[in-house]
């Protein structure tokens, strides 16, 4: 079974992470993973953040210790200054002292399907796939905007196929929501030692970039 690591950016997302972003990784029926939190906060720092998640969802408090945090310490005056962030340093960082087998993205305004990890742990240990060194996977579009703003939890939500994309459908209010991106760095996932190997890097300071 391979150890998945979870490269999980943060800015400021707070309803939206505790809502629906954490509650994807704790849900997942797949057990071995760590989750590395990049804090960009300006306004609520990640830890304070996830401790509030866990006082009001104590049945995933075994879960707290394989979280683990990389504060950024930057500020909005130095992100002006430069133009953006600098979640590509704390990034490579927390990937370089991993021990985790597969690395994975995840945003604060995404989620993740139940049994996504373990598609990937099934896909990497397949003997056929033992040399592969990164893989895409699906994205359903996930609007979290306007899941959060009419109540939609995570549980609720099912993907069904609208002519050429995806809509999102409220099972309750049977509302649906065009999709508005079609690329996410979610969809991409690594093996870490190949990654190592070839000392890859994030390009920083633009997170677009880590998409690419």
């Known amino acids: 079974m391979l150890k998945i690591t979870i490269l999980f950016f943060y800015y400021d997302k707070s309803d939206w992470v505790k809502k629906y972003a954490l509650n994807s990784v ?18 609520q720092n ?18 707290r210790d394989r979280i683990k945090f990389y504060p950024t310490g930057d500020t909005k005056e130095s992100k002006r200054r430069r133009g953006d962030s600098v979640f590509g340093i704390f990034g490579e960082k927390a990937m370089y002292e991993t021990d985790g087998d597969i690395c994975v993205m995840l945003c604060d305004d995404d989620a993740l399907c ?6 990937l742990n099934c896909y990497y240990s397949l003997k056929e796939n033992k040399e592969v060194p990164y893989s895409f996977g699906h994205l ?12 939609v939890k995570l549980d609720e939500l099912k993907c069904v196929p609208y ?8 099972l309750n209010k049977r509302k649906a929501c065009k999709p508005y991106n079609t690329l996410d760095s979610s ?9 190592k190997d ?11 970039n880590i998409d690419a």
């Open 198 to 208: 070839i000392k890859l890097t994030f390009p920083s300071p633009l997170t677009k």
């Open 26 to 43: 704790l849900w997942s029926t797949y057990p071995e993973w760590e989750l590395c939190v990049i804090d960009d906060s300006d306004e």
């Open 140 to 151: 359903m579009p996930f609007p979290t905007k306007w899941c959060f703003e009419n109540g």
């Open 187 to 195: 969809q991409v996932s690594w093996r870490i030692n190949k990654a």
């Open 163 to 170: 002519n050429k994309g995806i809509h999102l459908v409220d």
């Open 114 to 119: 139940k049994d996504y990890l373990a598609s």
């Open 46 to 63: 990640a830890e304070d953040v996830v401790n509030e998640f866990f006082e009001d969802n104590p049945q995933y408090e075994e879960c």
